[in-house]
Protein backbone atom coordinates (compact mmCIF):
# COMPACT_ATOMS: atom_id res chain seq x y z
CA UNK A 1 0.00 0.00 0.00
CA UNK A 2 2.61 2.60 1.10
CA UNK A 3 4.59 1.58 -2.37
CA UNK A 4 1.65 2.73 -4.09
CA UNK A 5 1.13 5.79 -2.43
CA UNK A 6 4.23 6.90 -3.15
CA UNK A 7 4.22 5.67 -7.07
CA UNK A 8 1.05 8.03 -7.35
CA UNK A 9 2.99 11.27 -5.38
CA UNK A 10 5.63 10.96 -8.25
CA UNK A 11 2.87 10.86 -10.41
CA UNK A 12 1.31 13.99 -8.96
CA UNK A 13 4.93 15.76 -9.27
CA UNK A 14 5.68 14.40 -12.41
CA UNK A 15 2.42 16.16 -13.53
CA UNK A 16 2.98 19.38 -11.64
CA UNK A 17 6.25 19.89 -13.32
CA UNK A 18 5.15 19.12 -16.67
CA UNK A 19 2.36 21.75 -16.27
CA UNK A 20 4.67 24.19 -15.08
CA UNK A 21 6.77 23.72 -17.50
CA UNK A 22 4.27 23.95 -20.12
CA UNK A 23 3.17 27.21 -18.83
CA UNK A 24 6.53 28.80 -18.85
CA UNK A 25 7.05 27.88 -22.22
CA UNK A 26 3.35 29.54 -22.92
CA UNK A 27 4.72 32.86 -21.18
CA UNK A 28 7.83 32.61 -22.92
CA UNK A 29 6.02 32.61 -26.54
CA UNK A 30 3.91 35.06 -25.45
CA UNK A 31 6.48 36.95 -24.56
CA UNK A 32 8.32 37.01 -27.13
CA UNK A 33 5.13 37.35 -29.74
CA UNK A 34 4.43 40.58 -27.78
CA UNK A 35 8.11 41.94 -28.45
CA UNK A 36 7.78 41.18 -31.99
CA UNK A 37 4.41 42.89 -31.86
CA UNK A 38 6.20 45.63 -30.07
CA UNK A 39 9.37 45.79 -32.75
CA UNK A 40 7.33 46.04 -35.45
CA UNK A 41 5.08 48.67 -34.18
CA UNK A 42 8.35 50.78 -33.41
CA UNK A 43 9.52 49.73 -36.99
CA UNK A 44 6.01 51.44 -38.19
CA UNK A 45 6.25 54.82 -36.20
CA UNK A 46 9.92 54.79 -37.75
CA UNK A 47 8.77 54.43 -41.17
CA UNK A 48 5.69 56.02 -40.65
CA UNK A 49 8.52 59.45 -41.00
CA UNK A 50 9.36 58.58 -44.86
CA UNK A 51 8.01 60.39 -47.87
CA UNK A 52 6.29 57.88 -50.33
CA UNK A 53 9.33 58.13 -52.86
CA UNK A 54 12.35 57.96 -50.32
CA UNK A 55 10.08 54.89 -48.76
CA UNK A 56 9.87 53.54 -52.56
CA UNK A 57 13.68 54.37 -53.03
CA UNK A 58 14.45 51.89 -49.52
CA UNK A 59 12.03 49.14 -50.73
CA UNK A 60 13.92 49.26 -54.43
CA UNK A 61 17.21 48.87 -52.63
CA UNK A 62 16.20 46.28 -49.99
CA UNK A 63 14.68 44.18 -52.91
CA UNK A 64 18.25 43.93 -54.15
CA UNK A 65 18.45 46.84 -57.04
CA UNK A 66 21.27 48.50 -56.89
CA UNK A 67 21.58 52.64 -57.23
CA UNK A 68 22.01 52.46 -60.78
CA UNK A 69 18.94 50.25 -61.49
CA UNK A 70 16.69 52.05 -58.97
CA UNK A 71 17.57 55.10 -60.79
CA UNK A 72 16.97 54.28 -64.12
CA UNK A 73 13.19 52.13 -63.15
CA UNK A 74 12.18 55.28 -61.52
CA UNK A 75 13.31 57.55 -64.23
CA UNK A 76 15.71 59.84 -62.03
CA UNK A 77 19.73 60.24 -61.37
CA UNK A 78 21.52 58.45 -58.94
CA UNK A 79 22.65 61.48 -56.91
CA UNK A 80 18.59 61.98 -56.45
CA UNK A 81 18.88 58.25 -55.37
CA UNK A 82 21.22 58.92 -53.01
CA UNK A 83 19.45 62.10 -51.79
CA UNK A 84 16.66 59.69 -51.03
CA UNK A 85 18.66 57.18 -49.10
CA UNK A 86 19.98 60.47 -46.98
CA UNK A 87 16.76 61.68 -46.19
CA UNK A 88 14.98 58.05 -45.56
CA UNK A 89 17.93 57.69 -43.08
CA UNK A 90 17.83 60.75 -41.40
CA UNK A 91 13.54 60.60 -41.31
CA UNK A 92 13.60 57.36 -39.89
CA UNK A 93 16.81 58.12 -36.89
CA UNK A 94 18.81 55.01 -38.76
CA UNK A 95 22.24 54.95 -38.94
CA UNK A 96 22.90 53.02 -42.19
CA UNK A 97 21.01 51.44 -44.97
CA UNK A 98 20.59 48.16 -43.17
CA UNK A 99 19.22 49.61 -40.29
CA UNK A 100 16.56 50.82 -42.37
CA UNK A 101 16.32 47.48 -44.05
CA UNK A 102 15.52 45.54 -41.20
CA UNK A 103 13.13 48.08 -40.02
CA UNK A 104 10.93 47.30 -43.73
CA UNK A 105 11.13 43.84 -42.55
CA UNK A 106 9.72 44.26 -39.44
CA UNK A 107 7.20 46.39 -40.47
CA UNK A 108 6.72 44.08 -43.36
CA UNK A 109 3.03 43.89 -42.74
CA UNK A 110 1.44 47.38 -41.91
CA UNK A 111 -0.19 49.41 -44.71
CA UNK A 112 2.17 51.76 -45.38
CA UNK A 113 5.35 49.13 -46.53
CA UNK A 114 1.99 47.05 -48.15
CA UNK A 115 1.30 49.85 -50.40
CA UNK A 116 4.72 51.10 -51.50
CA UNK A 117 5.49 47.76 -52.33
CA UNK A 118 2.61 47.16 -54.71
CA UNK A 119 3.88 50.38 -56.19
CA UNK A 120 7.39 49.12 -56.44
CA UNK A 121 7.16 45.22 -56.91
CA UNK A 122 6.70 45.76 -60.89
CA UNK A 123 9.76 47.33 -60.96
CA UNK A 124 11.81 45.21 -58.92
CA UNK A 125 10.42 41.75 -61.10
CA UNK A 126 11.36 43.71 -64.32
CA UNK A 127 14.79 44.21 -62.85
CA UNK A 128 15.85 40.96 -61.16
CA UNK A 129 14.08 39.12 -64.48
CA UNK A 130 15.46 41.01 -67.49
CA UNK A 131 18.25 39.62 -69.61
CA UNK A 132 16.77 43.33 -72.52
CA UNK A 133 19.46 43.82 -74.96
CA UNK A 134 20.97 47.17 -75.40
CA UNK A 135 18.99 49.90 -76.52
CA UNK A 136 15.38 48.32 -75.22
CA UNK A 137 14.91 51.73 -72.77
CA UNK A 138 15.36 50.74 -68.71
CA UNK A 139 12.17 48.97 -67.85
CA UNK A 140 11.10 46.48 -70.94
CA UNK A 141 7.44 47.26 -71.02
CA UNK A 142 7.22 42.98 -71.31
CA UNK A 143 9.27 40.68 -69.36
CA UNK A 144 11.75 39.37 -72.09
CA UNK A 145 11.64 35.78 -72.94
CA UNK A 146 14.47 33.95 -73.49
CA UNK A 147 13.09 32.94 -77.20
CA UNK A 148 13.70 36.44 -78.39
Not at 19 to 45: F, T, V
Not at 95 to 115: D, F
Request: aromatic share 2%; hydrophobic share 35%.
Amino acid sequence: HATARTECLRSIRATRRASDQHRAAERARLRRHSQRASLADGAERRLRRLRPRELEVMLLLAGGLQTNEVASALFITELTVRTHVKQALRHCRAHSREEVYRLLELAQGTNAVRLASRRVRPFRNQWLSREAPPGNGPIPSQPLSGSE
